[in-house]
T-cell receptor
Framework: DAGVTQSPTHLIKTRGQQVTLRCSPK?????VSWYQQALGQGPQFIFQ???????QRGNFPDRFSGHQFPNYSSELNVNALLLGDSALYLC??????????FGDGTRLSIL | KQEVTQIPAALSVPEGENLVLNCSFT??????LQWFRQDPGKGLTSLLL?????REQTSGRLNASLDKSSGRSTLYIAASQPGDSATYLC??????????FGAGTTVTVRA
């Protein structure tokens, strides 16, 4: 039973570019959450998707947007990349109010 | 706004010693609290989840306590092993789907 899978594992971009990160939830899960983890910090909640709608959003600018597809997979898009966007981006999936399961993340580096 | 603090930030112990990791949170209106393990460059693995109505949870050598009224949780790891070396993160949920994390305690167990 595959867990949460994220792609790509690593990504290098330059300032001003746009990036799309992808997440496939664990089988049977219908909810996807995204977190940003800067080096040496705990993860910060970006937003959560359920039934293809953004259910809740953390304190992140509109440059961060997302989407959930009918098969429950999800994308995180970041526009106009800044150096401060360099981080590990974690996807977590869950079913109803059960505990979230995390993927191994995408390491994004901005030059 | 929920603030989660973990002390100490880093800990180094000889193999066999018991570990005590502390977590405090400012808003006691939580739905549950989780302890996670994170290996370098990897995602999060859930270790223990304590519901707000519970006082403690145990799994093998791990025991976590929760004092919701004082906003504190403690993770105990008995008879530490080099394989326990990792960063341990505490996260609380108010029941509104998102997790609020501490910055973690990085543990090194010396052989």
């Amino acid at each position: 039973d595959a867990g949460v899978t994220q792609s790509p594992t690593h990504l290098i971009k330059t300032r001003g570019q746009q990036v799309t990160l992808r997440c496939s939830p664990k089988s049977g899960h219908d909810t996807v959450s995204w977190y940003q983890q800067a080096l040496g910090q705990g993860p910060q909640f970006i937003f959560q998707y359920y039934e293809e709608e953004e259910r809740q959003r953390g304190n992140f600018p509109d440059r961060f947007s997302g989407h959930q597809f009918p098969n429950y997979s999800s994308e995180l898009n970041v526009n106009a990349l800044l150096l401060g966007d360099s981080a590990l981006y974690l996807c977590a999936s869950s079913f109803v109010d059960q505990p979230q399961h995390f993927g191994d993340g995408t390491r994004l580096s901005i030059l | 706004k929920q603030e989660v603090t973990q002390i100490p930030a880093a800990l180094s112990v000889p193999e066999g010693e018991n570990l005590v990791l502390n977590c405090s949170f400012t808003d006691s209106a939580i739905y549950n609290l989780q302890w996670f393990r994170q290996d370098p460059g990897k995602g999060l693995t859930s270790l223990l989840l304590i519901q707000s109505s519970q006082r403690e949870q145990t799994s093998g050598r791990l025991n976590a306590s929760l004092d919701k009224s004082s906003g504190r949780s403690t993770l105990y790891i008995a008879a530490s092993q080099p394989g326990d070396s990792a960063t341990y993160l505490c996260a609380v949920s108010p029941g509104d789907y998102k997790l609020s994390f501490g910055a973690g305690t990085t543990v090194t167990v010396r052989a």
